[in-house]
């Protein structure tokens, strides 16, 4: 600071010398006014770096500063937000959703993205990166870009709905976090114009853990969030849950299980070997609709079984979480999203549950997971 600090006596002297008179009525008065536009530069320079020079409503913390997991919990829901509104835009504006492929599994399906995708992508991450600069985020997709955060809306640091359900804060370091977004969940879908399979997430892990998790869904325009140990929920989640009719049952038989659409047959297959004949099987798109299902209660348990990504299943989990609910491996492992380096593939299925999640792992304990990925 030793650069931008000016003694008040240089300043006056400054001011003194070389001064022109200005006539008044009782004699003259000597201003310089280089002075004077020196003593309004040192003011705002003062100003500009008490500050922060950044943001009105936030500086810019340091790794290591600690980060409001409340601010965050509000941003990442923005971010979902944003990202929902460029992918309902894209899917109802546009004939062309600018579809390409990423290859295919090695199971042969095609893994498409979509205009959608991307602009979610861009919604997503530098709504995030606005907000929380020194916070790992880790997204789906990848833009090449280089983006002037200068040039986006910096995202609201607070949120009627959970300043009325969140009482207490928690403030966490930043380089303990890692932000998983899923900017267009059930892209397959979204390009066949089942609109009701489509979702945004957004996860937060602190230290591997999931604590707080967003499902949006754009063309319902409805919001589920869930804060792992506090176990705060949305509205919409309580609701959910409270019209729901599901309750703790050890007896499987009949149990209902969501799984993907791209592989229903073969979890058909495994579903009636692990739970009997009764059991229903119902195929849906997308990991976030699928967690969602189970949340409300209108399925038993989310059964996958090839690899799958991490930022599919990140949100779901966290809500779980904040419920009593589990996300794990097929053999009932938690998976960790530590994010650095990013190790984006789960590589041991999932089983998510409400209730009775020993049972369902130990039900399925002789399934194994199927190499290579399909569509979630």
């Known amino acids: 600071m030793k650069n931008r600090r000016l003694s008040l006596e240089s300043i006056h002297s400054t001011i003194l010398t070389s001064a022109e008179p200005i006539k008044t009525m009782g004699g003259s008065v000597r201003i310089n006014r280089w002075g004077l536009l020196l003593v309004g530069a040192v003011a705002f320079l003062v100003f ?11 500086p810019i913390p340091s790794s290591t500063a600690p980060v409001s997991l409340k601010e965050l919990l509000s941003v990442a829901i923005e971010a979902a937000h944003r990202g929902g509104v460029e992918v309902k835009r894209i899917r109802e504006q546009v004939d062309d959703i600018g579809e390409k492929s990423k290859g295919k599994t090695k199971e042969g399906a095609n893994n498409p993205v979509t205009d959608g995708d991307m602009l979610s992508h861009k919604a997503m991450y530098n709504s995030l990166r606005k907000a929380f600069p020194h916070v790992h985020v880790i997204s789906e997709e990848d833009d090449p870009e280089q983006v002037d955060l200068n040039l986006i809306k910096m995202p609201h640091l607070t949120n009627d709905e959970i300043n009325e359900i969140v009482k207490d804060d928690v403030l966490v370091p930043a380089n303990d976090i890692d932000v998983w977004i899923d900017p267009l969940d059930a892209t397959q879908e979204y390009t066949e114009n089942l609109r009701h399979f489509v979702t945004t997430m957004v996860c937060v892990a602190v230290k591997g853990k999931p604590i707080l998790g967003v499902i949006h869904k754009p063309f319902d325009g409805v ?9 705060h929920v949305s509205q919409s989640i309580a609701e959910d849950v409270k019209r729901s009719q599901t309750q703790s049952d050890t007896d499987l038989s009949q149990s209902r299980i969501i799984v993907s659409r791209s592989h229903a047959g073969s979890v058909h297959d495994v579903a009636k070997n692990a739970f009997g004949a009764k059991a229903v099987v119902t195929p849906a798109g997308g990991a976030g609709y699928k967690a969602w299902e189970v949340v409300k209660g209108n399925q038993d348990v989310y059964v996958h079984v090839t690899l799958i990504k991490k930022w599919d299943i990140c949100a779901g989990d966290a809500i779980l979480n904040a419920l009593g609910g589990q996300l794990t491996t097929l053999t009932g492992e938690k998976v960790d999203y530590s994010g650095r380096p990013a190790h984006e593939k789960n590589e041991g299925g999932v089983v998510a549950t409400l209730h009775d999640h020993a049972a369902y792992v130990d039900a399925l304990e002789h399934v194994e997971v199927v190499q290579g990925s399909k569509p979630k």
């Open 223 to 231: 919001t589920a969030w869930g804060w792992a140990g506090p176990n």
């Open 48 to 58: 500009y770096t008490f500050r922060g020079g950044k943001s009105v409503d936030k």
